[in-house]
């Protein structure tokens, strides 16, 4: 048997940022194995805060944004000045169509329903947005080559502003999308 420590945050949505990447900062001494840590930042500030706090050059960390036209049509979240000083100390940023909507958002718009990945994420979900945000941006990564899938890595999202769910997990390919493994909760919010 093994304990761990979880830590919980009061709510979800508020920017724990900080307090996130200590919790990080506190497991990857701990454990020892783990190489990469994927970041889920829209503008790239959250990516740049974890980097100067780990001051690690042994980890490689990979920031996800929201894909072109999220807000606004042709239009990036993040800007190409943020995506290059995260280049210029090592950080690669993922622009891409999220895994649990993408196309099928397009068509659930249009004539209504839902797609069976709208009950994936609503399901992770139940333990709060960042779960589902961590296992998303996993899936996109892998399939974007920029993490091997049967290895464990840090995924850390949240919502809104700042990021609030850390977890230990092994990537999958979307193909495989039910072979994807949550090994250990980091932080999350309670609420």
Excluded at 12 to 28: E, F, H, M, R, S
Excluded at 35 to 41: M, V, Y
Excluded at 64 to 69: A, F, L, P, Q
Excluded at 87 to 99: F, L, Q, R, S
Aim: proline share 2%; charged share 25%.
């Amino acid at each position: 048997m093994e304990r761990k420590f979880i830590t919980y945050f009061e709510e979800q949505g508020n920017d724990y940022t900080d307090d996130l990447i200590k919790a990080v900062k506190d497991k990857l001494e701990s454990s020892g194995d783990i190489k990469r840590i994927l970041i889920a930042s829209s503008t790239g500030e959250s990516a740049l805060k974890l980097y100067a706090a780990l001051d690690d050059d042994d980890i490689e960390i990979i920031n996800v944004t929201h894909h072109m036209g999220f807000k606004e049509d042709n239009v990036a979240d993040i800007s190409d000045e943020m995506i290059k000083k995260l280049e210029d100390v090592g950080i690669k940023t993922y622009i891409g169509a999220h895994a649990f909507s993408g196309a099928a958002r397009g068509v659930t718009n249009k004539y209504g329903g839902f797609s069976p990945l709208d009950i994936v994420a609503d399901t992770l979900r139940m333990f709060c947005h960042g779960i589902k945000v961590s296992a998303e941006i996993s899936i996109m990564a892998a399939d974007a080559g920029l993490v091997p899938v049967g290895e464990k890595i840090i995924a850390i999202g949240g919502r809104g502003h700042g990021v609030d769910t850390a977890v230990i997990l092994t990537p999958v390919n979307a193909k495989n999308l039910f072979d994807l493994k949550f090994h250990e909760i980091i932080a999350m919010p309670k609420d």
